[in-house]
């Protein structure tokens, strides 16, 4: 792979020579990709060796194509980074709202929701290992905790939704 790099530097590409460095995790996969990319466009194996032999035998055809890729994988960096910058531009604006219930809802049911969840959790477990019936008095309790818990999610995906179509449009 090394070579592949030298190759990738050598004809002006360094971030799909960045990305070959990669070893494991995403940046693994992603330079998985690159070579599949590169062999396709070339029409050779998508293997290192092939692809340097596609160099060898063409360079001027690999220098071009390979430039080509690199413009198309620098847009997507651009694009993804300029999303990332807008989300925080959101997350920025929701914190600084002169709406109070804009600024605290994520926190608040960021916090209040999965301890509602762990206590359901805990309570059922500690039932269940120590064996104790779940007597007729304990039944309107879950009949009331249930649907609290569901409107309680269902209010709080309506709201992300309504936020989501907001932010998507451009309002805050």
């Given at each position: 792979?090394?070579?592949?790099?030298?190759?990738?530097?050598?004809?002006?590409?360094?971030?799909?020579?960045?990305?070959?460095?990669?070893?494991?995790?995403?940046?693994?996969?992603?330079?998985?990709?690159?070579?599949?990319?590169?062999?396709?466009?070339?029409?050779?194996?998508?293997?290192?060796?092939?692809?340097?032999?596609?160099?060898?035998?063409?360079?001027?055809?690999?220098?071009?194509?390979?430039?080509?890729?690199?413009?198309?994988?620098?847009?997507?960096?651009?694009?993804?980074?300029?999303?990332?910058?807008?989300?925080?531009?959101?997350?920025?604006g929701d914190r600084n709202s002169a709406d109070l219930l804009t600024r605290v809802w994520r926190p608040i049911n960021g916090f209040l929701f999965p301890v509602g969840c762990l206590i359901i959790v805990v309570t059922v477990c500690v039932m269940l290992l120590s064996r104790i019936s779940v007597d007729a008095s304990v039944l309107p309790l879950i009949g009331i905790v249930v649907p609290v818990m569901t409107a309680w999610a269902g209010v709080v995906g309506y709201y992300v939704g309504q936020r989501t179509k907001e932010k998507t449009t451009g309002a805050t």
């Open positions: 792979m090394g070579a592949l790099v030298s190759i990738l530097l050598s004809v002006g590409a360094p971030i799909l020579a960045g990305i070959l460095k990669s070893k494991g995790g995403k940046g693994g996969a992603i330079a998985g990709d690159v070579i599949e990319v590169v062999a396709e466009r070339l029409g050779a194996d998508a293997t290192p060796q092939a692809i340097e032999e596609a160099y060898k035998a063409d360079p001027e055809v690999f220098t071009q194509t390979v430039r080509t890729i690199e413009t198309n994988y620098a847009a997507i960096a651009r694009a993804g980074a300029e999303a990332h910058m807008a989300y925080i531009e959101l997350a920025n």
